[in-house]
């Protein structure tokens, strides 16, 4: 980190804080780990005795993934069970701080700004096994693994994350991003070591401001921005693109320029009618922000199910109403669903693919063998304990709750687990509560983030600050303190 930037940050920071009226404990608070803490998932209330909730029990504990929230746990598991066996199976060389492609993709990180060597974080003591694991199965109390054969445990940790499915939208394939006007933010392979969605995507920036250039508003260029009907990693990310490239149009980005925005006609093609499920947070988003860019329409309940890359044509199932017939009993009218294809041309388009389970856990006994979760990871909402196999836990992006698919959630599911597996292996009664905790750090134009915390009540503000208020101070810690944090304290257990 540039000292002098950081330098500068505080002083502008302490300068925001004493405007906002905060306490000098408040204060402190934002300016130390705090704030970092806050965008990664406030402190929650458990986390202050589980460091000390250990056990001395032996058994050996197997955790399937090497992503933050296999890394995370290995590391508590690691100080909270002295004399386990723990052992983490996971292909991954490299650890990709995956938040950090939104950064990217805005021309503000590089590749190698969110790459380290997974060595480098996996835990001492931790035996680590480079391999994947193709089947589960759970009732001989064994996964399967593609080179190494079968692999007992004790005790199971589901760390799998989730897959990308660019091929459920009929002519799509990874392939395309970077070309033919097609970008998404989200293509990654840490496998590979490649983050490659991030940097294509600033390339987008770039392509989509040089053909506004040489627009106008009576002949704009059409730019479309999609989300699917899937539960998806982050589900601000497709907003944070929309927002983030309009404003590079404004000339608000590293590109500068003058502002040529409105000869961008964006579509935001997303299912249901609404940007935000929060009430408070909805509301800034409609009144505040889409009005300001001035040059977004949302095209609600619009989902990409086909491109045509040659042609530039995309294709969505448009889900609408209509009104039927009078219920004389009911005393209205019958709503009739209807569907119909609509074929929108772009010379612009982000596309948010489909996610899905990994293969492995959704074609297991361990996933929901039925309902809208089919296939992610069956486990208590509240334990993070499987519904069926009690010696078996998750954490992260696969687990089938209704909320928590970031990282800020991860890091709430890490103590949550931490409490549980022990008192599991205490043959105790599991008292940790996962809350629903998510935050997102929506990031409304250059330099303003709305800190979006919520868990399964509602809204979850950290802190005595209008949480639906976009905000400088949260852009500086996101964009200079949440790294390195999440590096040295998350990634090690310790927050």
């Not at 929650?44 to 933050?68: E, F, R, W, Y």
């Amino acid at each position: 980190m540039d000292k002098k930037k950081l330098s500068h940050s505080e002083e502008v920071l302490r300068e925001l804080l004493k405007s906002e009226g905060l306490s000098r404990r408040d204060a402190l608070k934002l300016m130390g780990v705090g704030a970092s803490a806050t965008m990664l998932g406030s402190t929650p209330a458990s986390a202050a005795t589980d460091l000390n909730a250990g056990t001395d029990k032996k058994a050996k504990i197997v955790i399937v993934g090497g992503g933050a929230g296999g890394i995370m746990a290995a590391a508590r598991l690691r100080r909270a069970a002295s004399n386990a066996e723990i052992v983490l199976i996971a292909p991954n060389e490299i650890h990709l701080y995956q938040p950090g492609q939104v950064f990217m993709a805005a021309g503000l990180y590089t590749e190698d700004d969110i790459k380290k060597k997974n060595a480098d974080l996996m835990p001492s003591g931790v035996k680590w096994i480079k391999d994947s694991v193709t089947e589960f199965n759970p009732d001989s109390n064994k996964v399967v693994t593609a080179k190494h054969g079968e692999i007992g445990y004790d005790f199971l940790v589901v760390a799998t994350g989730l897959q990308y499915d660019y091929e459920r939208i009929e002519g799509m394939t990874p392939d395309l991003v970077g070309q033919k006007g097609i970008s998404s933010v989200y293509l990654n392979n840490p496998v590979a070591g490649t983050a490659k969605g991030g940097t294509a995507t600033w390339e987008w920036f770039k392509k989509l401001r040089a053909a506004a250039e040489k627009a106008s508003p009576e002949n704009p260029v059409n730019a479309i921005y999609t989300q699917p009907d899937t539960p998806i990693k982050c589900g601000g990310a497709p907003q944070k693109i929309l927002y983030l490239s309009d404003d590079a149009l404004r000339g608000n980005s590293p590109l500068g320029g003058k502002d040529v925005h409105m000869n961008v006609k964006s579509s935001f093609c997303k299912k249901g009618a609404k940007l935000f499920g929060i009430p408070s947070y909805n509301k800034t988003l409609v009144d505040e922000i889409t009005p300001m860019y001035g040059n977004i329409t949302d095209k609600w309940n619009h989902v990409l199910r086909k491109i045509d890359a040659d042609k530039k044509v995309a294709t969505f199932e448009h889900t609408y109403s209509v009104k039927g017939k009078w219920d004389p009993d009911l005393e209205e009218y019958d709503e009739i669903k209807k569907t119909e294809s609509v074929e929108m041309p772009y010379d612009f388009i982000h596309v948010v693919p489909p996610m899905k389970p990994v293969d492995a856990v959704a074609n297991s006994p361990l996933g929901w063998q039925k309902g809208t979760g089919k296939g992610w990871l069956e486990v208590d909402k509240y334990t993070l304990q499987h519904r069926r196999y009690k010696n078996i836990f998750g954490i992260g992006d696969i687990l089938g709750i209704p909320k928590g698919k970031t990282g800020g959630s991860a890091r709430h599911h890490g103590p949550v687990l931490q409490d549980n597996l022990v008192a599991a292996m205490e043959g105790k009664e599991l008292t940790a509560k996962f809350d629903g905790y998510t935050v997102c750090p929506l990031k409304t134009q250059y330099g303003k983030i709305m800190l979006a915390e919520f868990n399964y009540d509602g809204p979850a503000p950290s802190f005595p600050l209008d949480p639906s208020k976009p905000r400088w101070i949260w852009w500086v810690f996101d964009l200079y303190m949440l790294k390195p944090m999440y590096w040295q304290l998350m990634m090690r257990g310790l927050m």
